[in-house]
């Protein structure tokens, strides 16, 4: 953000300046907030309200540009705050169960597939990349139930929509299902991968199984 004030100063700056030299031009001393001196043009006569008017209006003026530019200013950071730079996405280099996944997205740098799960992510939209990653092979995200069952949160601690209206993917029909004929633990982790219909979708699997993993950075 320092960059951000960086710009909003040089600009506050230059206006200001502007200011200053259109300021001089009308008076015989500078513009410290005081009421100038106006330059004597002539034999001295009644007082008017020329001067005054002028002065008013362009200090209205100068205001009026400072305001505007302000406005701009917050409009293109909301607009660079919206944004980012596209995360990058990878596969991990061999497979493992949830755990050795997730591992190996953290020595990346990232963490397993939580973010990028969401339509709009600051702004940008991953499906169609991670749609070419799950083409024929399963792979993990980073969500599970491990902690209480029916209660899906994310690795990151941030819970798990309960509708996947903001997802780029839904649960597969049926799923979750804690299938128990998986082991002792049932499902508790998730995998995302494509039907033979085309549709990526999700289901539940269980945490010791070996699947690639598609990590965020």
């Keep these: 953000m320092w960059r951000y004030s960086t710009v909003v100063f040089v600009l506050l700056f230059t206006i200001f300046a502007n200011g200053q030299e259109q300021c001089l031009q009308l008076t015989t001393a ?101 749609y070419n990653f799950v083409r024929g092979e399963e792979h993990w995200i980073g969500a599970t139930d491990r902690a209480r069952e029916g209660s899906w949160k994310f690795l990151n601690g941030d819970p798990f929509p309960a509708t996947t209206s903001d997802l780029i993917v839904n649960w597969n029909a049926g799923e979750p299902d804690n299938w128990k004929g998986a082991g002792r633990t049932g499902e508790d982790c998730s995998q995302i991968f494509i039907l033979r219909n085309g549709v990526m979708v999700i289901n539940d699997l269980p945490c010791a199984s070996r699947r690639y993993g598609i990590c965020e950075l």
């Design 30 to 130: 500078p513009c410290d907030g005081q009421h100038p001196v106006p330059i004597p043009s002539g034999p001295k006569g009644d007082k008017g309200d020329n001067y005054d008017s002028s002065f008013r209006w362009e200090m209205n003026r100068n205001i009026n540009v400072i305001k505007n530019t302000l406005e701009t200013i917050q409009s293109r950071l909301t607009s660079l705050e919206r944004q980012r730079p596209r995360m990058e996405l990878r596969r991990t280099p061999r497979k493992g169960n949830l755990d050795e996944a997730q591992r190996m997205c953290n020595d990346m740098g990232g963490a397993l597939l939580q973010r990028c799960l969401f339509n709009d992510v600051q702004g940008h939209n991953y499906k169609d990349e991670i």
